[in-house]
Structure formats: C-alpha cells, structure tokens
C-alpha cells in the first residue's frame, strides 16, 4: 500500500512520509517500525511512501491545469492562484490534507549528498505551493506559518560515522547540514522541530546495531508530543531587523556563530 491511514486508536493523528526506492531498505524498515510504534501508543497514523507513489518530483506547467502554456510560468503567482481557486492537482492537494490533518509529521530519509533524496525535496517543492507553505511578506513565517500548532521530526540514516558530524568533523555539524530544512522550511512554515534522530554508519549496521537504533528509536516516537522542540528565535520577539538580521546582543548563547545564533 503506498498510501494509507490507520485509524485506530483515540490518540494523536500524526503523518510519516518516506523517501527510499528500495522497499527493503533500512529507510523502509524505520518508516514500518515507525509507524507500528505510533499504532501501538494510540495515535492514527498515515503514511505516505514517495516512491511506492510514484510522486512527481518536479513542478512544472504540468501541475497548474489553468495556466496558458503560453504565457510566461511565475510559480510562485500561478501556484498561489491555483490554491486559491482549489485548482492544484489531486495529488498535492492530497498531500497538503494531509498535513492538515496531522498533528505531527515524521519525515524519514537518507541523507543524500548533504540533502535529502530528490523526490524528498520534490514533495516540499510541489506540496508547499504559495498560500500554503509561503505567501506575500504579510504571511506570518518563522514559527508562525501555515502548519503552527505541529511538531516535526527528521529520522535520518547517514552513511558516515558521528565524528565526521561533530564541530570539528570534514562534514561539519549535522545541525548545519539539516538547518535548510529544518529551519528554512519546516520552522518558517510553523512546524514545531524536535532534534533529529540520526543512524550514523547506515551501510555497516547489523542485526544487534539495528536492535539498539530501534530501542532509541522508540524512545524518540515516545517523546513526540513532549520532548521539547528546538528553540529557533521567531520573528513575532523582535529578535529580528525589519531586514531579517538578528540584532546585536539579542544571541542567547554567548559565544554562538553561524546558524547557532539562531537558537534561543
């Protein structure tokens, strides 16, 4: 089933979405261990498997049915005008229900060069049209957007070990490395994020490593309506300049650099 909504359950409604071509892969087996951990506590839980959906990754004029081919494709105007008019394609508009409805949202994936998989991002490209995701300046953004009031979570499998993501690893901290998604997208957007849950070493982990991973894993689902969630600054203190430049002395953590100044 690449699409599907447990219903049981009288706790907390909360959406996975997956990214992983291959349905045997450690991302599958997460995103299913996930979903049955959640099931087990209560909650009602839909999930949305991007490959398993075939989702099309790319916006185009293929997603806006009213556009004229011929006029110039301003993306952020002509999506915006096709939510409006409720004249997004089926599958978006499905997508952004779901995310309505949730209470939560999972969002389980490899890191891939840094990033997350491209139909990972594809979904965020088409799901998170104009007047849903982002708007005019007069839209609220920052921790106030369309989906305040939810909680994220970043489940990701990395094929490096730890050290390599310290402060003083080749690839830096994995706060920076997810801080594009994290706080560019899910927080400007209203989404509550917790930290991520990282597997580091994803190629090399056997049978006794994926036992420890799914007991912290376990954990991790136990405490997604409570563990506190990042402390990204907002917009609404007035930590900000009207040009979105943190003031001077408004840092909340002496000797902060980089996107750590934007942690309260």
């Known amino acids: 089933m690449t699409t599907h909504d447990s219903a049981a359950g009288t706790g907390r409604k909360v959406l996975i979405v997956h990214a992983h071509p291959e349905p045997r892969s450690l991302t599958a087996s997460l995103a299913a261990f996930a979903e049955a951990e959640l099931r087990a506590a209560g909650h009602r839980v839909r999930t949305s498997d991007l490959h398993a959906m075939k989702w099309k990754a790319t916006v185009d004029g293929d997603d806006f049915p009213g556009h004229d081919p011929a006029e110039r494709l301003d993306v952020m105007g002509v999506s915006e005008r096709a939510f409006d008019a409720g ?14 409805w949730a209470d939560a949202v999972v969002f389980q994936f490899p890191l891939w060069w840094f ?40 489940s990701v499998t990395i094929g490096a070990d730890e050290p390599s993501f310290s402060a003083r690893g080749i690839n830096g901290p994995l706060a920076d490395v997810l801080y594009p998604l994290q706080h560019g997208v899910l927080f400007f957007t209203g989404l509550a994020v917790l930290e991520p849950f990282p597997v580091y070493g994803a190629p090399e982990l056997d049978e006794e490593g994926y036992a420890r991973v799914t007991a912290a894993y376990r954990e991790r689902l136990a405490g997604l309506f409570s563990e506190p969630p990042l402390p990204y600054l907002s917009l609404r203190d007035e930590d900000y300049t009207r040009d979105l430049v943190l003031r001077t002395g408004r840092e909340r953590r002496p000797g902060a650099a980089g996107m750590g100044l934007h942690l309260g």
């Open 115 to 154: 990033s997350m998989p491209a139909i990972l991002k594809g979904w965020f490209d088409r799901v998170f049209t104009a007047g849903f995701g982002y708007g005019d300046s007069s839209m609220p953004k920052y921790g106030e957007g369309t989906l305040a009031g939810r909680r994220a979570l970043l």
């Open 87 to 100: 004249t997004l394609t089926a599958d978006v508009v499905a997508e952004q229900e779901k995310l309505r």
